[in-house]
T-cell receptor, first 114, second 113 residues
Framework: LAKTTQPISMDSYEGQEVNITCSHNNIATNDYITWYQQFPSQGPRFIIQGYKTKVTNEVASLFIPADRKSSTLSLPRVSLSDTAVYYCLVGASLFSGGYNKLIFGAGTRLAVHP | NAGVTQTPKFQVLKTGQSMTLQCAQDMNHNSMYWYRQDPGMGLRLIYYSASEGTTDKGEVPNGYNVSRLNKREFSLRLESAAPSQTSVYFC????????????FGSGTQLSVL
């Protein structure tokens, strides 16, 4: 079971870069690392996904070291609208008959202040 | 293209009542999921369906049943609602399951009195 561990909460200020680290010591060879963002009263939405090294898209970067036992979500120049809960998800957490179950951890509550 | 649609958005039940939460996706996805989220908590997987015709238990299946009616629809049933089932329920789908991106519905807020 590829359990993930993240900080419970983080605080930042507008314009700063925020880095949220997730530990996943038991990650399997076939697992990808995916991050989701959730605003209050909404379902989570996909931010970024990666397998190794660095991935960048229009909203975030994902850094994954060679051993893949952790990953860091980087949000450049955050704004108030980035206040949300961020979840780190490792695919293929459980296998049952060849199928995967997708398990969320508790997530990191990011509060961005003016 | 609506994505994942959940109905109803809000529901209040009395203890012991039953109800079915409906979920439909129009993205031709194979896998569908039901999660619950208690206030201030993360999401917990109730049941999932890797493909049409199959269902399997997640982390917290007790008190729930599911039906994968066809490829589009995946319903969650509470046979005898309990106050402990007060939560927000999210349905999600993915193309294949595992490493694919999850797409979530907007949720159903359920209160059991």
């Amino acid at each position: 079971l590829a359990k993930t561990t993240q900080p419970i909460s983080m605080d930042s200020y507008e314009g700063q870069e925020v880095n949220i680290t997730c530990s996943h010591n038991n990650i399997a060879t076939n697992d990808y690392i995916t991050w989701y963002q959730q605003f209050p009263s909404q379902g989570p939405r996909f931010i970024i996904q990666g397998y190794k090294t660095k991935v960048t898209n229009e909203v975030a970067s994902l850094f994954i070291p060679a051993d893949r036992k952790s990953s860091t979500l980087s949000l450049p120049r955050v704004s108030l609208s980035d206040t949300a809960v961020y979840y780190c998800l490792v695919g293929a957490s459980l296998f049952s008959g060849g199928y995967n179950k997708l398990i969320f951890g508790a997530g990191t509550r990011l509060a961005v202040h003016p | 293209n609506a994505g994942v649609t959940q109905t109803p958005k809000f529901q209040v039940l009395k203890t012991g009542q039953s109800m079915t939460l409906q979920c439909a996706q129009d993205m031709n996805h194979n896998s569908m999921y039901w999660y619950r989220q208690d206030p201030g908590m993360g999401l917990r997987l109730i049941y999932y369906s890797a493909s049409e015709g199959t269902t399997d238990k997640g982390e917290v299946p007790n008190g729930y049943n599911v039906s994968r009616l066809n490829k589009r629809e995946f319903s969650l049933r509470l046979e005898s609602a309990a106050p402990s089932q007060t939560s927000v329920y999210f349905c999600a789908s993915s193309k294949q399951g595992g490493n694919e991106k999850l797409f979530f519905g907007s949720g159903t807020q359920l209160s059991v009195l």
